[in-house]
Protein backbone atom coordinates (compact mmCIF):
# COMPACT_ATOMS: atom_id res chain seq x y z
CA UNK A 1 0.00 0.00 0.00
CA UNK A 2 1.32 3.55 -0.94
CA UNK A 3 2.07 6.17 1.95
CA UNK A 4 3.21 9.42 1.17
CA UNK A 5 3.96 11.62 4.18
CA UNK A 6 4.26 15.35 3.82
CA UNK A 7 6.19 17.79 6.41
CA UNK A 8 8.11 21.26 6.56
CA UNK A 9 4.97 23.51 5.50
CA UNK A 10 4.34 26.44 8.75
CA UNK A 11 4.01 30.03 8.84
CA UNK A 12 6.31 32.23 6.53
CA UNK A 13 6.44 36.27 5.88
CA UNK A 14 6.31 36.88 2.25
CA UNK A 15 10.19 36.52 0.99
CA UNK A 16 11.09 33.50 3.13
CA UNK A 17 11.72 30.11 2.46
CA UNK A 18 10.56 26.79 3.37
CA UNK A 19 11.81 23.11 2.74
CA UNK A 20 8.93 20.93 2.06
CA UNK A 21 9.71 17.18 2.30
CA UNK A 22 7.70 14.09 0.95
CA UNK A 23 8.77 10.55 2.33
CA UNK A 24 7.32 7.77 0.12
CA UNK A 25 6.65 4.04 1.25
CA UNK A 26 6.92 1.22 -1.19
CA UNK A 27 9.21 0.22 -3.44
CA UNK A 28 8.69 1.43 -6.82
CA UNK A 29 9.51 5.17 -5.44
CA UNK A 30 12.70 5.29 -7.25
CA UNK A 31 11.31 3.90 -10.76
CA UNK A 32 8.15 6.88 -10.46
CA UNK A 33 7.79 10.08 -11.39
CA UNK A 34 6.98 12.15 -8.41
CA UNK A 35 5.31 15.70 -8.32
CA UNK A 36 4.08 18.46 -5.42
CA UNK A 37 0.55 19.89 -5.51
CA UNK A 38 -1.35 22.35 -4.03
CA UNK A 39 -4.93 23.45 -3.38
CA UNK A 40 -5.23 26.91 -1.70
CA UNK A 41 -8.58 28.00 -0.32
CA UNK A 42 -11.63 28.43 -2.87
CA UNK A 43 -9.52 26.60 -5.98
CA UNK A 44 -8.69 23.42 -7.45
CA UNK A 45 -5.82 21.01 -6.43
CA UNK A 46 -2.67 22.21 -9.18
CA UNK A 47 0.23 20.70 -9.82
CA UNK A 48 3.50 22.56 -8.91
CA UNK A 49 6.29 20.87 -9.76
CA UNK A 50 7.52 17.84 -11.42
CA UNK A 51 10.41 15.30 -11.31
CA UNK A 52 10.97 12.19 -13.20
CA UNK A 53 13.20 9.10 -12.14
CA UNK A 54 16.21 10.38 -13.81
CA UNK A 55 15.96 13.70 -12.05
CA UNK A 56 14.39 16.26 -15.17
CA UNK A 57 12.14 18.39 -13.45
CA UNK A 58 9.22 20.94 -14.97
CA UNK A 59 7.64 23.67 -13.16
CA UNK A 60 4.08 25.65 -13.29
CA UNK A 61 5.18 29.09 -14.61
CA UNK A 62 3.86 30.95 -11.42
CA UNK A 63 6.78 29.08 -9.34
CA UNK A 64 9.85 28.92 -11.58
CA UNK A 65 13.06 30.84 -10.75
CA UNK A 66 11.61 30.27 -7.03
CA UNK A 67 10.96 26.67 -6.78
CA UNK A 68 13.18 23.95 -6.41
CA UNK A 69 12.18 20.09 -6.80
CA UNK A 70 14.25 17.09 -5.76
CA UNK A 71 14.38 13.68 -4.69
CA UNK A 72 16.62 11.63 -2.59
CA UNK A 73 16.25 7.89 -3.90
CA UNK A 74 17.83 6.53 -1.01
CA UNK A 75 15.74 8.36 1.32
CA UNK A 76 12.63 7.15 -0.74
CA UNK A 77 12.04 11.08 -0.04
CA UNK A 78 11.27 13.80 -2.55
CA UNK A 79 11.51 17.62 -1.58
CA UNK A 80 10.35 21.06 -2.43
CA UNK A 81 12.67 23.88 -1.63
CA UNK A 82 10.64 27.28 -1.85
CA UNK A 83 12.07 30.53 -1.92
CA UNK A 84 10.96 34.00 -2.58
CA UNK A 85 7.64 33.25 -0.74
CA UNK A 86 4.78 35.49 -1.83
CA UNK A 87 0.93 35.58 -0.49
CA UNK A 88 -0.53 33.87 -3.17
CA UNK A 89 1.77 30.45 -2.69
CA UNK A 90 -0.37 29.88 0.46
CA UNK A 91 -1.69 26.49 0.07
CA UNK A 92 -2.32 22.84 1.35
CA UNK A 93 0.67 21.12 -0.41
CA UNK A 94 0.80 17.63 -1.27
CA UNK A 95 2.83 14.96 -3.07
CA UNK A 96 2.25 12.13 -4.83
CA UNK A 97 3.43 10.57 -8.03
CA UNK A 98 3.04 12.37 -11.49
CA UNK A 99 0.31 11.60 -13.21
CA UNK A 100 -1.02 11.60 -9.67
CA UNK A 101 -2.80 8.15 -7.96
CA UNK A 102 -6.23 8.90 -6.04
CA UNK A 103 -5.00 6.28 -3.30
CA UNK A 104 -1.50 8.48 -2.79
CA UNK A 105 -2.67 11.43 -1.64
CA UNK A 106 -1.66 11.90 2.07
CA UNK A 107 -3.04 14.74 4.56
CA UNK A 108 -0.67 17.59 3.04
CA UNK A 109 1.13 20.17 4.65
CA UNK A 110 -0.14 23.36 4.92
CA UNK A 111 1.56 26.39 4.14
CA UNK A 112 0.24 30.32 4.98
CA UNK A 113 2.71 33.44 3.82
CA UNK A 114 1.77 36.42 5.36
CA UNK A 115 2.26 39.71 3.22
Known amino acids: QVQLVESGGGLVQAGGSLRLSCAAS????????MGWYRRAPGSQRELVAT???????DYVDSVKGRFTISRDNARNTVYLQMNSLKAEDTAEYYC?????????WGQGTQVTVSS
Open 26 to 33: GSDFRIKA
Open 51 to 57: ISRFGST
Open 96 to 104: NYYPSRVDA
